[in-house]
């Protein structure tokens, strides 16, 4: 049997490991999101449709007009002096980029950074989901792989809204295998909260009468980029 004295530097090398482990998957993650948001700053890219719509509204909101857009993205024909809500989907990603115009100003390059944030919030849920199941150095593997993904990076950069939902999504799978480990109600009910959070922050719509409809049911309507710029 192994002696008291040899455990206690054994778990004292273990903690020391687990939480540098942690600090340097904190300093990528923001590292990351540093450098997703200078690489925005610094590239001239045209906002997409959908990104548009975010921009918009997000705009809107931290002017105080609401959660409302000028234009109908959804329409036949041209109609002039128009005021409701968006009708693309992720109907939540507006309310992330309020408070950054807001701060920072109404430019194209601050419409990519809650990717981005969301990026690295993702890495560092795969690193605590692969550290609890094998350790700190898995973990680590995790969140480096997440975080050199270059489909999410372009994604991010895109200003899309699928970040998000991945973000969610993850962290929902995460909080429901604690459930199951540790028979926690609270991380069950967790789990579902933000499984319906991402349902709502992506794969929903908004129609100008103000209620909610799944996107695919608007794909027969043909989609008019009309409305004023975000400069």
Sequence with gaps: MSSPQREIPAARSRRT???????????????????GALWSR???????????????AGRSLAEGQGYTVGFRAY?????????HTPEAHGILR????????????????????PGFLYVSLCS??????????????AGLVAGVLTLSSGPLFES???????????????ASLAL????????SPLA????????????IYHSLAVKSDGTATPLHQLANLQKTEVGRAIN
């Design 156 to 170: 991010a950069a895109r200003g899309y809204d699928d970040i998000g939902f991945a973000c969610f999504s993850v």
């Design 94 to 113: 507006p309310f992330a980029l309020a408070p950054l115009f807001a701060t920072l100003g109404f430019h194209d390059w601050v419409v990519p950074l």
């Design 176 to 183: 429901l295998h604690r459930g199951i480990v540790a028979r």
């Design 188 to 199: 069950f009910l967790l789990s579902g909260v933000v499984a319906v959070a991402g349902g």
């Design 42 to 56: 610094g590239v001239d890219r045209p906002l997409g449709p959908d990104a548009t719509d975010y921009a918009v």
């Design 75 to 83: 329409h036949v024909g041209l109609r002039d002096r128009i005021s």
């Design 17 to 35: 490991g687990e939480w540098t482990a942690r600090l340097v998957m904190l300093a990528l993650a923001l590292a990351y999101l540093v450098t």
């Design 124 to 137: 560092i849920v795969a690193f605590l989901w692969a550290g609890s199941l094998a350790g700190p150095g």
